[in-house]
């Protein structure tokens, strides 16, 4: 199956590792997997700060970027959110309606390409050395459930995985809101930190590069001691395609 | 609005430990109890389902169902009125006091009526008013503002209910929870036995019936649509529901989202004035329908925000109102729905608020009736495009601009790791420039030394 | 193309009103049906349940006390209750058709004499706000949540259940119906509810408040205490 995979411009600048595990896993099962370098952003930013004309005209190069495939990954749900919720709906009625709609078909997110398509027992696969802990991203929503997410993680037990008292409490970044309202964006972080400690665990298993960059951030800034990763990440170590990283 | 910039009003707010602490305690226990209480409701999805088509139906024929409405309300011995905004509901409402030389008006709460500031056009026309939700009560007597559409003093600890009260009722002063209720009960028991005019909003009217329904805790609803010999509801138009089967759908929810109860202490459901044989309730029944924007929204790029039943659940659900508490909002209504309602209802000076929300969508899981807030959230950022600060439309032209070049975005990828500065451990503490904003409040990583295109052009693309 | 909505001027005029509205409604052509009236498959309750555990459990949970009495009991039973309380005044109100009906109010205002308790069945300002307690029947009784739903009519006052501090509403198993739906069916019907009516008052639980600090906090305006006694049939 040949793959395309759309890295995502936090990733590719902050979390190379991240897509260098996305591409492993995809070759280990089974996958020919293309990087399109012509690719940048999806637009979300400007999407969510109501900056429509920008966002149509940055998914309109995207949708033309990666219009020779029929499979896209991507590790960030949310912006396999915004490419298949919101692509076809800031594109209707323009000349690139059909592309975008053709790309929002095409486009998944990981975890769940991985589990559907491909039919990975991540959860069989997954080993975890240590306590984890969690955060359910507040745009994973139309890609997986806060119990596909625990699923993985738990799996048939015998892993100690912490859950916070709100999992899905949001960290704070909300795109440009993180610097537009960086204050207020502070007081959720702090909210969110405070919850990862209560448990625990220092190893938090985060899907999403924008949050993990503010909760990151964050944490060092306060002095915690608190580790992010990918799952994606944790699930390439366990097969043995990525060093372990601390 | 006050002469506070919201930006001010942010810091003063995200700086009130005080103010804070008490809004973090009550909204995650509104929050865990509605969990609680939703876990429990069979067909909970089918019953938000069901709720948000009735009132997108209902708006979609709104002329046909508040003819009917205001047909059964007077078939039933009921007045209607038509205020097309706030002073004429004013005026409609203080009109048939005066005339009626009533002189105590005792009010159950209603945001409505808050909305239209109907307590001081009545005091201007020289009746005396109560407010008798205990929450609205000491808001008075204190000369505050409500800060939660349905725990008004979310923000005041019993301390200050406690100063508030004694002062006002010239009591001795007590900060017991208990007994501060008995010493209002008590002072309000006296206004019901002597009250002539009764205010009420309604959180639902019925066209099928001509039925107002009114769901409250307390008794104060009950007491203000059986003590005096005037009732007045006043009612957006947008409350209606087609028929009575219907209402049931919406009780099912509401409670559970306020508050977490599967219902509140007391659904009444008033159809009409007193009845010839019966022995209490008023002898007149005025229904006020308002305006005041509503029809101007459901042409607008939100008519959803309509949907709203004034639950409360967003405002407990968000992260943003959690970390300011609701008079930062400085509106009737504050929180997610507050954030749409009132640019669409009062215009340009609540323009800033669609962007207090980083789009978590709390809100519209919690919403009863399925309002997709950070939708509408975006809407109105993208209407108010052209009037956000310079500095963000540049970056984000800017960003855009940038994206839409990959081997310059690719330089600026190198550039950021160049001139970020480093701690010496991988991570920048302090900059200037656009991302001044960040570093204020939290580290950044240096950009990887190699960035995922680079690391594949050297390494993964031999591989296949 | 949406066209503006807003009514302008002053109108206090409903058809004119109305037809602003639908003038720019108009436009619009989307259309959303109504859902059917059919609500069985939404019940929280079905009719099977045992009607008389769930509202027992509902109510209670909703901070009502809850007893059951046979048929000949539950005037002892209400006596012996309101004496307990330190009730020294109770407003009785017979209402024909439901569970204290002009005979078993009788009984009861005998017995309540008997006991010391002052029985009164008049509605004036000074018995009213006297009474310790009232006592009165119900319309129906609601399993799903532990509702009582009282109607106002020429046998029943809305003050009835609301201004005394503390309320007894007897209550026949036969009255309590699965589930708020159903009560809805019931008021629904033709010269049963809203039609005859000009006050339904669905009682869950006493009054209640959380407003400061969240404490809760019971016999705000309306009774502070609900005993609830349940009799067969």
């Not at chain 1, 990975?120 to 696969?125: A, E, F, N, P």
């Not at chain 1, 959720?188 to 949050?211: F, P, Q, S, Y």
């Not at chain 3, 555990?53 to 009495?69: I, K, N």
Request: aromatic residues 4%.
């Amino acid at each position: 199956m040949d793959v395309a995979l759309f890295v995502t411009c936090l990733t590719d600048t902050f979390y190379p590792r991240v897509g260098r595990a996305t591409t492993l896993l995809l070759r280990h099962f089974g996958c020919r997997v293309h990087f399109p370098p012509e690719q940048t952003c999806c637009g979300q930013p400007a999407f969510n700060s109501g900056f429509h004309r920008e966002a149509a005209c940055l998914l309109r190069r995207m949708a033309d970027v990666f219009r020779r495939y029929e499979h896209v990954v991507t590790p960030s749900a949310s912006c396999a959110t915004l490419v298949r919720r919101h692509g076809p709906e800031l594109l209707e009625g323009t000349p690139a309606a059909a592309a975008a709609r053709s790309l929002a078909a095409n486009t998944r997110e990981i975890l769940t390409f991985l589990r559907d398509e491909l039919h990975v027992d991540i959860s069989g696969l997954l080993r975890l050395d240590e306590p984890v802990t969690f955060h359910y991203p507040c745009h994973a929503r139309d890609a997986y459930t806060l119990d596909d997410l625990l699923g993985w993680l738990v799996g048939s037990g015998g892993r100690d995985v912490r859950v916070p008292r709100h999992p899905d409490l949001c960290c704070g970044f909300g795109g440009v809101f993180a610097v537009e309202y960086p204050e207020l964006s502070a007081a959720l972080l702090h909210d969110k930190l405070d919850e990862l400690v209560a448990t625990g665990a220092e190893l938090v298993v985060c899907n999403e590069a924008a949050c993990t960059l503010q909760m990151a951030g964050g944490a060092r800034r306060r002095g915690l001691k608190l580790r992010f990763k990918h799952l994606a990440e944790c699930l390439a170590e366990s097969l043995g395609l990525l060093e372990p990283q601390a | 609005m006050s002469r506070h910039s919201l930006r001010a009003r942010l810091a003063r707010a995200v700086a009130d430990d005080r103010v804070l602490q008490a809004v973090h305690l009550a909204t995650w226990r509104k929050v865990e109890a509605r969990a609680a209480s939703f876990a429990q409701l069979p067909h909970a999805e089918e019953l938000r389902r069901r709720a948000a088509q009735i009132r997108r139906h209902t708006l979609e024929n709104l002329p046909r169902y508040l003819e009917q409405f205001a047909a059964r309300v007077q078939a039933a011995g009921g007045q209607v009125h038509v205020a097309c905004g706030a002073a004429a509901a004013c005026r409609i409402i203080c009109d048939l006091a005066v005339r009626r030389g009533l002189k105590l008006a005792v009010k159950s709460k209603s945001m409505t009526t808050e909305e239209v500031h109907l307590n001081a056009a009545l005091e201007a026309a020289g009746l005396r008013v109560v407010e008798t939700d205990l929450g609205e009560f000491i808001v008075q007597i204190d000369h505050d503002r409500p800060s939660h559409i349905i725990t008004p003093i979310i923000h005041k600890d019993r301390r200050q209910v406690g100063t508030a009260l004694a002062r006002a009722l010239g009591c001795r002063y007590t900060e017991d929870p208990a007994e501060l209720t008995r010493l209002v009960r008590q002072h309000l028991r006296d206004v019901f036995r002597r009250c002539d005019l009764g205010i009420t909003g309604a959180n639902f009217g019925i066209a099928e019936t001509g039925t107002l329904c009114l769901v409250t805790n307390e008794g104060n609803g009950r007491m203000t649509v059986t003590r005096p010999r005037v009732h007045v509801a006043l009612l957006g138009i947008e409350k209606i529901i087609p028929r009575l089967i219907d209402l049931p759908v919406f009780l099912k929810l509401l409670a559970r989202s306020s508050t977490g109860q599967p219902m509140g202490s007391y659904t009444t459901l008033v159809t009409g004035p007193r009845r010839p044989g019966e022995h209490d309730g008023p002898d007149e029944l005025h229904v006020v329908l308002l305006d005041n924007g509503r029809s101007r929204i459901l042409s607008g790029p939100a008519p959803e925000v309509l949907h709203c039943v004034r639950c409360g659940a967003c405002l407990n659900a968000c992260p943003v109102y959690r970390n300011i508490g609701g008079h930062a909002y400085e509106s009737v209504y504050p929180g997610p729905i507050g954030s749409v309602l009132s640019p669409l209802l009062y215009g340009p000076q609540y323009e800033e608020l669609p962007r207090l929300s980083s789009l978590c969508g709390a809100c519209a899981s919690a919403c009863p009736v399925q309002i997709d807030l950070p939708a509408l959230l975006v809407r109105l950022r993208a209407r108010s495009r052209e009037r956000q600060p310079l500095g963000k439309r540049l970056l984000l032209s800017g960003w855009a601009w940038l994206m839409r070049h990959p081997r310059l975005y690719a330089l600026s990828q190198k550039l950021l790791r160049e001139l970020l500065p480093d701690d010496g451990a991988g991570w920048a503490r302090q900059v200037v420039g656009p991302l001044a904003n960040w570093t204020s409040q939290r580290d950044l990583p240096r950009p990887a030394p190699g960035s995922f295109r680079e690391l594949w052009k050297q390494e993964l693309s031999d591989e296949t | 193309m949406k066209r503006d909505a807003r009514v302008k001027g002053d109108e206090t005029n409903l058809s004119q009103f109305s037809a602003a509205l639908a003038r720019n409604r108009a436009a619009q052509g989307e259309m959303t049906p109504l859902p059917a009236r059919e609500v069985s498959a939404l019940r929280a309750v079905p009719p099977d349940a045992d009607l008389v555990a769930r509202f027992t459990q509902a109510a209670r949970a909703a901070g009502c006390h809850v007893h059951c009495s046979g048929e000949s009991e539950c005037v002892a039973a209400i006596t012996a209750l309101l004496q307990a309380a330190g009730a020294r005044r109770a407003l009785v109100e017979p209402q024909p058709g439901t569970a204290l009906p002009p005979e078993r109010a009788a009984a009861l205002i005998d017995a309540l004499t008997t006991a010391g308790v002052a029985a009164c069945q008049s509605y004036d300002d000074e018995t009213l706000f006297a009474a310790d307690a009232s006592v009165t029947g119900v319309r129906l009784a609601v399993a799903e949540t532990g509702t009582l739903v009282c109607v106002s009519g020429p046998a029943s006052a809305r003050a009835a259940s609301l201004v005394p501090p503390l309320h007894v509403a007897i209550v026949s198993g036969s009255q309590i119906v699965p589930d708020l739906f159903d009560a809805f069916e019931h008021l629904g019907q033709a010269g049963s509810g809203t039609a005859a009516a000009s006050c339904i008052s669905f009682i869950t639980g006493p009054s209640k408040t959380a407003d400061i600090e969240g404490v809760l906090i019971t016999g705000v305006h309306g009774p502070g205490q609900v005993h609830i006694v349940i009799v067969p049939n």
